[in-house]
């Protein structure tokens, strides 16, 4: 799958969790993004993974612009699916649009796939 960019404000910066599990150490942080979906605003809960990608959001402020490149991850668990909108970027926002057709970031595999011993 092709990644994807959205541009917009951040609205939240939720606290960063972070913990092992069977696959080592983790770090993980939730942010907001409000945009406008045509003449509304629409608001969107990004995750950055690993202590690099929080690093990164942590140069970042409640109401920047910024430009985020994700993709998409969904997981069942206990018959309930979840899906998982992942940074691999984000910059400061430019206002211009984005361009499509971002080849994947490397290292995505290298992300926990499972999150069973996870506290979300």
């Known amino acids: ?3 994807l960019e959205l541009e917009g404000k951040i609205t939240a910066i939720l606290p ?3 913990g092992t599990s069977a696959r080592g150490e983790w770090a993980r942080q939730d942010f ?3 945009y406008m979906d045509g003449s509304f605003p629409t608001s969107v809960c990004f995750s950055a993974w690993g202590r690099d990608k929080v690093q990164e959001l942590s140069t970042h402020k409640v109401g920047d612009t910024v430009k985020v490149s ?3 991850r969904g997981r069942e668990y206990n018959g309930r699916w979840f899906n998982d909108l992942r940074i691999w970027r984000i910059t400061s926002g430019t206002g211009a649009s984005a361009p499509s057709g971002m080849p994947p970031a490397p290292g995505l595999d290298d992300m926990p796939a499972d999150t069973e011993d996870m506290p979300f």
Do not use: P, Y
Request: proline share 0%; no cysteine; hydrophobic share 65%.
């Open 1 to 3: 799958m092709a990644a």
């Open 16 to 18: 960063a969790q972070s």
């Open 32 to 34: 907001v993004i409000e």
């Open 70 to 72: 994700f993709n998409i």
